[in-house]
């Protein structure tokens, strides 16, 4: 039985990043229990707590999934919108 590695598999996609035009935005000062939701379900996993407990989130590697748009909403989230044309995600199959 073969097993498949998340973390190789997304390294074999190409992202766009529009660096003065992020597609999502997060709102100041987010509730840190919503923040803990996408931590745990980022596929991406670009919601991040450092050791001192500091949040961190980069919407480079984004998987344009909208995970956090459905969990969070706007309770976390002052903007998400898909990337402009050809910025984002670009999909390969390997």
Known sequence: MST???DVK????KFFVDEGNPHIE?????DLAEFAKLEKACPAG?????EA???HF???GCL???TCRILCGKTILKKWEYPQGTMGVEYRFG
């Not at 997060?26 to 987010?30: A, D, H, R, T």
Request: glycine share 12%; charged share 25%.
């Open 4 to 6: 498949v590695n998340v």
């Open 10 to 13: 997304l390294g074999v996609n």
């Open 26 to 30: 997060l709102v100041e000062n987010p």
């Open 46 to 50: 670009l919601y991040k707590r450092d």
């Open 53 to 55: 407990g500091n949040i």
């Open 58 to 60: 980069d919407c480079a």
């Open 64 to 66: 344009e999934c909208g």
